[in-house]
C-alpha cells in the first residue's frame, strides 16, 4: 500500500507500508518514507489529489498555503533536484495568506482548484503528453464573506464542469451552472439552499458549511400534475431555477450533516447532528451503493426524523478526535474507527480502506467496512492531506525451485497400472507413500488456570 | 561475622505467622521477624561499606549492576522519542554485561547493539555497518552498491529534514522563539504575559505571584460579569491587537502569551496559557501550590531574567511543552541575578522550581560535586568523573512551586483539540507521553 500525506510545515511525505505494519510496536516492520519538498512554515499544505498527467498515472497534486499548485512525481527521489520533482506549477491570485478550500479532480478530467476568496481555477488537458494545459478561472462572488467548502459536479462541458456549489460562514450552500454562450463560459446561481426552520425555543440554527459532496442524481422526471404531488406542504414543491437536478451531502461546523435534492427543496430532505464540535473531514464511503434515480427520503416525515430510502454511510471526522462512519438509514453512527488521540484533519476512502492523518502524528489506515486497523504508521509531522496512491499490498511472487535431474527421471518414467499386475489385487506396486503415512497432530494442551491450584483455607 | 536469619515468607504454607492462634502472640512473632530481618539487612550494609572502602573497585562494580528498578527507568520503547530513552534499566545493564564480556580477553564477543538505541528510520546505517569479523585481519569494507549509497543518502536527508521540520513547527507555534527576527523588526520578539484570573476569582495573591515569577507578566484581574465581562477569546483578541497609548502615548505593545489562573475554593488548580496571536492553547491542571512565604528558608526573588532548566521532555508533546515555556522567558538571561527556573518532567507531572544557586567552597566532609553521578552511577552519570574540585553549589529556594500536568493542548485559541489527556493513557504506567 502507498500513501501520500501533506503536513503543516509543507512536505509531502510518501509512504510505502503493508497490512499488519505498526510502527508503534518495536518488533514491527518498518514502512518506508520518502519526504519531498523543503520544510516551509507559511507554506502549509492543505489538498492533495492523485491524477494522470502526461499519460502517467499516480501523479500528485499538491495545494499549499499561499495558493501554489504543485503536480509532483513522487517516482523521483528527492535528492534530485526540486525541478526535477515538479512537473507543473500553477500559481493562484492572492497574497500569501491564500487559503484553498477544494483541490480535486472530476471523472471526466478536470483538476480544480478554489480560495476561500470564492477565485476557481478549471485545469484541464494535463492528461496527454501531446496537449498544452488549458485554465478557465472564475471569480465567484463571495459578498463580503469567505468561502469554506467547495464541492464540483462530475460532469463538464467545453472545460467546465456542470455545476459548482459553494458555501461558507454564514453563507448557506448555493449552486452555479456553467453555459456556453458564443463561446464564453457563463455562471449562474441556479439554486440556494435555505436554512433549516429556527428551533424550539425561536432562535435561528447558525450556518457555517464545511464539505460539500455531489451525489449521483440523474435528470429530473417531467413533473406531475399539481394534484399528484405526494405529501404535503411546500417541501416538495420543485424549485422553478434550477435546469439540472441535484443532490448534495453537506457537513457544518456547528456538526450537521445534511442532504438537498434540488428536485424537492431548498431546504434539507434529511438532516441530523453527529457531535458538538465542527465537522473536519466527509466523504461518501466507496462501498455505498447510491441509486441515482430512486428518491432519497420518503418526503413524509420531516428532516430532523426521517431516514433515506438508501443506505448512505459516510466517513467523517470532527474537531474532538471522533472518526467514524454513519448511516443515513438508521440515523444511527455505524461505528468508529479507534485508536487516533487527536483530531483527523484529513482523511481518504478508497476501495476497501479508509485512511486519516491528524494532530496524533500517525497515517492510520482502516479495513472501510470493518473498521479494523490495516496499518499505523509514525510520520512524525501532524498531517494535513492524504491520498491513496496504491491500495494494494505488493505481493512477492516467488519463483518455484527447478525439479533436480533426479526428479525428473521419477517423473519420466510410466507408472504401472493396476491391471497390468493381474491378481485380483486392488493397489498394484508403486508408491505408497501417501497410503501408509498418518499425519498426527498434536493435541492442543489447554492452557491453566490463571491463579494456580486451589489454596487450602485456614479458618 | 553477621548472624544468618532464616529469610521468611508471608505464604500460607509456608510461614508461622499463620498458625499461630493467638493474636499476641502471633503479632510478638511478627514483630521479632521483622526487627531481625531488619538488623540482618543493617548488618549486611555496614560489612559491605567496610569491604567497599577496604576495595573500591567493588562498589563500582556494584554501582554498575545494581541499577534501581523505578518506573522512569523501565519506560517502554517508544518510537515518538528520538534515538534512546535516557537512563533505561536494560540499556544500563545490557551495557554493563557487554563492558563485563569485553573485560574476559578470551571468548570474543559479537559487538551488540541494545534495541533500545536502534534508530528506526537509519536502516541505511545499520546496512552499512559492518559486523565485526572473526578473522584476526580486518577485512577491508566492500564497495557500497548505488543502491546502498541510494539508500544512504536518503537517510541522510531524512534525518537533516526532520530536523527542519522540527524547528519549523516549534517557530509556527511560538513566534517568540523565531530564530531570524521579521523583516520589519530588527530585534527579536521579547514575551509579555497578560495574567488574569478565573471569572468571579477573589484570590489574587497567587496571580501576584505569578507575575514576580514570569519576567515582563501584568496581573489584570478578571471582570466582574455585567460591567467588564469578557470571554478568553474576547481576551486574547483585545491582547494581541491592543489600540490604545503608553502613559506616554506610544502606542501599546501586543502581548504575546494569555495566562488564566483557575482557582477553587481560593487555592490554585488550573492554568491555561494561550499562546497569542494564533494559538495554540495549553491547559494545565496544577497541584501543591506552595507559596514562597510556606517555604521555608525561602529567598526574595530579584527582578533579573531567571535561568531556565527544562528537563526531560522527549516526545515531539513533550518538546511542545518545552518549547511553551522556552517561549515565555527572555531568551537573554541576567546570570548576575544566579536565578534559575527549573521545569522538570518526571512521569508526566512537570515540577516547577525557582531558586538562586551560588558557588562556595567545599566544607570539610562534604562530599565532591558530581559524586554519584560518574557514568553508570546511580543517579545515572552525566560523563563528569565524579571529582570536580573544591567547589560547591549552594541553593536557595526562593518559591513559588507547584506541579503541573497537562490534561490538552488545542490549536488556534481554544479552538479545536490536538491532544487531550484520558485516563486510558496512564493505564500502562511505563508508557509517557512527555
Known amino acids: ?459 | 561475622m553477621a548472624r544468618t536469619v532464616k529469610k521468611t515468607t508471608t505464604s500460607q504454607n509456608s510461614s508461622r505467622t499463620f498458625n499461630i492462634p493467638n493474636k499476641l502472640h502471633r503479632q510478638s512473632h511478627n514483630v521479632r521477624i521483622k526487627s531481625a530481618l531488619a538488623s540482618q539487612k543493617r548488618s549486611e550494609r555496614f560489612e559491605r561499606k567496610k569491604a567497599e572502602a577496604r576495595d573500591p573497585s567493588l562498589r563500582e562494580k556494584r554501582i554498575k549492576t545494581n541499577i534501581p528498578a523505578t518506573i522512569e527507568r523501565k519506560r517502554v520503547w517508544d518510537e515518538r522519542v528520538e534515538g534512546a530513552i535516557p537512563g533505561r534499566r536494560e540499556t544500563a545493564i545490557e551495557a554493563a554485561a557487554a563492558e563485563a564480556a569485553a573485560s574476559s580477553p578470551p571468548k570474543k564477543q559479537k559487538k551488540k547493539r541494545s534495541s533500545d538505541d536502534m534508530d528506526t528510520d537509519s536502516d541505511a546505517d545499520s546496512e552499512s555497518e559492518s559486523e565485526e569479523e572473526d578473522d584476526e585481519k580486518p577485512k577491508e569494507p566492500e564497495p557500497e552498491t548505488p543502491e546502498q549509497i541510494e539508500a544512504r543518502l536518503l537517510a541522510a536527508r531524512e534525518k537533516e529534514q526532520a530536523a527542519k521540520a522540527d524547528s519549523e513547527e516549534t517557530q509556527a507555534l511560538f513566534p517568540t522563539l523565531l530564530t531570524t527576527p521579521a523583516a520589519e523588526k530588527t530585534s527579536y520578539p521579547v514575551p509579555r504575559i497578560l495574567i488574569t484570573t478565573s471569572r468571579n476569582c477573589h484570590v489574587h495573591q497567587p496571580a501576584e505571584d505569578l507575575t514576580m515569577l514570569f519576567p515582563n507578566a501584568t496581573y489584570i484581574p478578571r471582570g466582574r460579569p455585567g460591567t467588564h465581562a469578557h470571554s478568553i477569546k474576547e481576551i486574547c483578541t483585545y491582547a494581541a491587537t491592543p489600540t490604545t497609548t503608553d502613559a506616554d502615548g506610544s502606542p501599546r505593545e501586543p502581548y504575546t502569551h494569555v495566562l488564566v489562573a483557575n482557582e477553587d475554593r481560593k487555592i490554585l488548580n488550573a492554568l491555561t496559557i494561550i499562546v497569542l496571536p494564533a494559538g495554540p492553547t495549553f491547559h494545565f491542571s496544577l497541584t501543591n501550590y506552595t507559596p514562597a512565604k510556606h517555604i521555608r528558608g525561602h529567598g526574595n526573588p530579584t527582578s533579573h531574567i531567571p535561568e531556565l532548566i527544562l528537563n526531560n521532555f522527549l516526545t515531539p508533546l513533550g518538546r511542545v511543552t518545552a518549547s511553551l515555556f522556552q517561549s515565555m522567558f527572555p531568551r537573554q538571561p541576567e546570570i548576575r541575578g544566579r536565578q534559575v527556573v527549573t521545569l522538570h518532567n518526571q512521569r508526566d507531572f512537570i515540577f516547577l522550581r525557582r531558586h538562586r544557586y551560588v558557588f562556595r567552597d567545599r566544607r570539610e566532609g562534604e562530599k565532591p560535586v558530581g559524586y554519584g553521578l560518574e557514568d553508570g552511577g546511580k543517579d545515572g552519570g552525566n560523563g563528569s568523573n565524579g571529582m570536580e574540585g573544591d567547589v560547591k553549589v549552594g541553593l536557595q529556594e526562593l518559591g513559588p512551586r507547584f506541579t503541573l500536568k497537562l490534561r490538552r493542548v488545542e490549536r488556534g485559541v481554544k479552538d479545536g483539540v490536538e491532544w487531550e489527556w484520558k485516563g486510558g493513557m496512564d493505564k500502562d504506567r511505563k508508557k509517557f507521553q512527555l
Request: glycine share 10%; net charge positive; hydrophobic share 35%.
Open chain 1, 1 to 459: 500500500m502507498k500513501f501520500a500525506i501533506g503536513d503543516d510545515v509543507g512536505q509531502v511525505k510518501v509512504i510505502t507500508t503493508t497490512r499488519g505494519i505498526d510502527t508503534s510496536v518495536q518488533t514491527s516492520a518498518r514502512a518506508k518514507i520518502v519526504s519531498f519538498l523543503e520544510p516551509n512554515r507559511n507554506a502549509a499544505i492543505q489538498a492533495m489529489q492523485v491524477l494522470r498527467f502526461r499519460g502517467r498515472d499516480g501523479i500528485i497534486a499538491v495545494a499549499s498555503k499561499g495558493g501554489l499548485i504543485r503536480l509532483l512525481d513522487p517516482t523521483v527521489l528527492p535528492l534530485a533536484p526540486e525541478s526535477d520533482q515538479i512537473l507543473h506549477t500553477h500559481q493562484l491570485p492572492g497574497g500569501t495568506d491564500t487559503n484553498i478550500i477544494g483541490l480535486g479532480h472530476t471523472s471526466s478530467g478536470i483538476l480544480y482548484a478554489a480560495t476561500s476568496t470564492g477565485h476557481i481555477a478549471f485545469l484541464t488537458q494535463f492528461a496527454d503528453a501531446s496537449s498544452t494545459i488549458a485554465v478557465a478561472t472564475h471569480d465567484f462572488p463571495g459578498g463580503g464573506s469567505d468561502f469554506s467548502a467547495v464541492g464540483v459536479h462530475a460532469e463538464q462541458h467545453d472545460g467546465v464542469p456542470k455545476a459548482v456549489a459553494l458555501g461558507g460562514k454564514d453563507r448557506d450552500v448555493e449552486i452555479w451552472e456553467s453555459s456556453v454562450v458564443e463561446g464564453k463560459v457563463m455562471w449562474r446561481s441556479v439554486w440556494k439552499a435555505k436554512n433549516v426552520k429556527p428551533t424550539k425555543l425561536g432562535l435561528e440554527v447558525p450556518v457555517w458549511v464545511s464539505n460539500i459532496i455531489f451525489l449521483p442524481c440523474s435528470p429530473p422526471p417531467p413533473p406531475p400534475p399539481a394534484a399528484a404531488v405526494p405529501g404535503k406542504g411546500r417541501r416538495h414543491a420543485p424549485a422553478p431555477t434550477t435546469t439540472g437536478a441535484y443532490r448534495l451531502a453537506v457537513s457544518t461546523h456547528h456538526s450537521h450533516l445534511r442532504l438537498y435534492d434540488t428536485t424537492v427543496s431548498r431546504r434539507p430532505v434529511f438532516t441530523t447532528t453527529l457531535s458538538r464540535t465542527p465537522i473536519l473531514t466527509l466523504h461518501l464511503h466507496p462501498s455505498t451503493p447510491t441509486n441515482a434515480a430512486a428518491p432519497l427520503t420518503s418526503g413524509k416525515e420531516a428532516p430532523e426524523t426521517t431516514n433515506t430510502l438508501q443506505e448512505l454511510h459516510f466517513v467523517y471526522s470532527d474537531k474532538n478526535g471522533y472518526f467514524g462512519l454513519y448511516s443515513t438509514a438508521t440515523r444511527r453512527p455505524l461505528g468508529i474507527y479507534k485508536g487516533c488521540t487527536g483530531a483527523v484533519l484529513a482523511s481518504a476512502a478508497v476501495g476497501e480502506l479508509v485512511a486519516g492523518v491528524g494532530f496524533d502524528r500517525y497515517l492510520w489506515v482502516y479495513e472501510g467496512a470493518e473498521r479494523g486497523v490495516v496499518s499505523r504508521v509514525y510520520v512524525k509531522t501532524k498531517g494535513t492531506a492524504v491520498v491513496v496512491l496504491d491500495g494494494e499490498d505488493e505481493v512477492v511472487v516467488v519463483e518455484g525451485k527447478k525439479k533436480d535431474e533426479e526428479a525428473e527421471v521419477w517423473d519420466e518414467l510410466e507408472e504401472v497400472g493396476d491391471g497390468e499386475l493381474g491378481g485380483g489385487r486392488k493397489m498394484g506396486e508403486g508408491d505408497y507413500t501417501e497410503a501408509l503415512v498418518t499425519i498426527k497432530r498434536k493435541k492442543m494442551s489447554r492452557p491453566r488456570a490463571p491463579g494456580g491450584d486451589k489454596k487450602r483455607r485456614i479458618v
